[in-house]
């Protein structure tokens, strides 16, 4: 008894740092299967010992709200859903009754209250008793009618969530790899909780009611689906959902199945609930569930498959991560044959060896993880040296997690924001190499110098059968490199890293030496300093930066690959010299706003990405517009200008 209690002590104290990780800091510890894994354990031993401690996670749920927004208590509690990952536990809840089975949609739970036909309130599920008011926020996601037709107070929940195609683009606009979001339930999170509302309005939050708390004079003819019809006919949308009986549930949920593999909202389960309300609402409930309703979670398909080769992957802190690569197998319809093993402590606990059976799943049917190893050989020897330097590795200790690291401090695969630097937009413009590829490329070793960057074709076998990539986008990739031969003196200068130097301090380094990289090379730091607008400590990277023998020697080797443009004959007019300008919006005349920015610069302006007392100009094409940096224009007499304004100004 005694070795029980002490395991549901350790259990539970596990489970509750996933919870807070999970839902106050959106970022996650353990996989969901082994969060259900072990949550199922401690129902069992509750169930045996007939103990329940103090604080378990079987009664407690979600989290506890957050201090920068006002708190407010539910009207009634908002309980979890108990969980099966058993059908045929559905069709025994179904029994004799007709239920509605809908999406268990990922995001973040909201309760929204209107009254007289206006949306008065929105609070987050908290901690089911209390949560945070986040009216502000609601009223900028995409789908919420902020007034309807009913003119009674109605209370209903539903799920702010972030799409997975809203989620890879904004992601896909954020250069660095390690600050991109983890996945669109956590950032769906951070945006909702926003003290400043445009952000939440610029992430494309979506709402999708769920239930139906309170409406009053209305007859819903005791009828949950006529719960939901009403809502859509006040303007909202709700989560999509199928009629089912005990002996319909299994082509049911099978339909689901077959959606989810395709579905653009994030889902991690169903749920099911009888249609019947005044039945659902006879059966109470427990001290944590509803009677009503059951979460159905989506039973992990698992495959087993050899382990071939664990590759170590270096990343720009010097962490060394290991990969698992197996025999390819077929989950939840695509092909895998990699999983990231995470760390030393974990490789270790599962015992990993070369040529052991291991079964591995996707976790919510996205990402490939290793499940188990069934045989347990645990061979695998730790690397001494880094695979791309060569330099000495060391094992660390972090948060109760061994990690290896490689201690030579220029490893090339440190030096990945100087690459993706390099092949970015304003530099050389290199599309097909994104963060995350470059950092397989350096980890096979490709690429030590900026120069290898342009034989990528020695390499062309193993790049065609490296994952995410085949026969076109290898060649686009090369397309792409050969193009970047012919580029200018500025966008190489921005492109070698410089410390300070942007594409402004760029553009002014190459007007200083007529566009002659030998001059620029050879001038010293007085000489720089003397350059309007540039000053003494950028001068002194600049001198710095061509005086170290190592950056020469990059250089000259990538000068052998490159075709650079003359010098300008005549540049432009320099009619914005000594204004600086912010440019906030969409905008209609230029590609983009680094194209406005490019615009500016080349006529002597500069841009800066706030505003303040030095900003002489904000362009936004919405002049109208309450954002944040309309306000403090205005507030600081700083005239706000359309593009239409700003090129009217040039003429």
């Known amino acids: 008894m005694n070795q029980k209690i002490e395991r549901m002590k350790e259990i539970s104290e596990r489970l509750r740092e996933a919870s807070k990780a999970y839902y106050q800091e959106d970022r996650e510890i353990m996989s969901n299967l082994e969060y259900d894994n072990l949550y199922d354990e401690l129902v069992k031993l509750e169930q045996e010992t007939g103990t329940v401690l103090a604080g378990s996670p079987t009664v407690t749920v979600g989290y506890e709200a957050l201090d920068a927004l006002p708190k407010e208590r539910h009207e009634s509690p908002m309980l979890s859903l108990g969980k099966t990952k058993e059908r045929e536990e559905l069709r025994t809840f179904a029994d004799g009754h007709e239920v509605l089975v809908s999406w268990k949609l990922d995001g973040l739970t909201v309760v929204l209250t209107y009254r007289n036909g206006t949306l008065e309130k929105a609070v987050t599920r908290g901690n089911g008793e209390i949560g945070e008011v986040i009216t502000n926020n609601a009223r900028v996601f995409q789908n919420i009618p902020l007034r309807i037709p009913y003119q009674g107070e109605l209370i209903l929940r539903g799920e702010a969530v972030i799409t997975y195609s809203e989620f890879e683009k904004i992601n896909s606009e954020i250069e660095d790899a390690q600050a991109r979001y983890k996945n669109p339930r956590n950032l769906c999170s951070g945006s909702v909780r926003q003290l400043n509302n445009e952000i939440t309005a610029n992430r494309h939050v979506r709402f999708y009611a769920f239930a139906l708390v309170k409406a009053e004079n209305v007859d819903f003819g005791n009828l949950r689906s006529n719960q939901f019809e009403w809502l859509r006919r006040q303007g909202f949308e709700t989560v999509e959902y199928r009629h089912a009986t005990a002996d319909t549930m299994e082509e049911t949920v099978s339909w689901f199945a077959e959606k989810i593999v395709h579905y653009d909202v994030p889902s991690d389960g169903l749920v099911v609930t009888y249609n019947d309300i005044a039945y659902g609402q006879s059966l109470g409930r427990t001290a944590k569930f509803p009677r009503d309703s059951i979460a159905f979670k989506w039973q992990d398909e698992t495959c087993e498959t050899t382990l071939r080769e664990i590759e170590w992957s270096p990343s720009r802190t010097g962490l060394i991560n290991p990969v698992a690569v197996f025999d390819p197998v077929e989950l939840e319809g695509t092909t895998v044959s990699r999983a990231s093993v995470h760390n030393l402590s974990i490789m270790k606990a599962m015992k990993l060896g ?295 100004m040039m003429r």
């Open 354 to 648: 070369i040529g052991d059976t291991v079964t591995v799943y996707k976790a919510n049917m996205i990402i490939p993880q290793i499940a188990e190893n069934l045989t347990g050989s645990g061979n695998i020897e730790i690397p001494k040296t880094c695979p791309v330097c060569g330099g000495r590795t060391e094992i660390r200790s972090m948060n109760d997690a061994e990690t290896l690291y490689c201690t030579n401090e220029q490893c090339s695969a440190k030096k990945i924001k100087s690459f993706t630097l390099f092949v970015s937009r304003n530099a050389l413009n290199i599309e097909g190499l994104s963060e995350a590829t470059l950092e397989k490329f350096i980890a096979k070793g490709y690429i030590h110098t900026y120069a290898d960057i342009f034989h990528l074709d020695d390499h062309r076998e193993e790049i065609v059968e490296m994952e995410g990539f085949g026969e076109k986008s290898y060649a686009n990739l090369i397309e792409s490199v050969e193009r970047a031969r012919h580029t200018t003196l500025p966008r190489l200068i921005y492109g070698l890293g410089i410390p300070n130097i942007g594409t402004a301090n760029a553009r002014l380094l190459c007007q200083f030496c007529g566009y002659d990289l030998t001059k620029l090379r050879n001038s010293a730091k007085d000489e720089l300093a003397s350059i309007e607008g540039l000053g003494e400590v950028i001068a002194a990277s600049v001198a710095d930066y061509f005086a170290d023998r190592e950056n020469c020697e990059t250089l000259d080797l990538l000068l052998r690959e490159l075709d650079l443009e003359e010098a300008p004959e005549e540049t432009a007019p320099q009619a914005l010299a000594g204004k600086t300008f912010v440019i906030t919006g969409s905008v209609n005349h230029f590609a983009n706003r680094d194209e406005l920015k490019a615009y500016i610069e080349e006529r002597g302006g500069k841009v800066s990405g706030s505003v303040s007392k030095k900003t002489d100009y904000l362009i936004n094409n919405d002049t109208m517009s309450t954002s944040s940096k309309n306000k403090k224009a205005a507030e600081l007499g700083i005239p706000i200008l359309s593009e239409e304004d700003f090129l009217d």
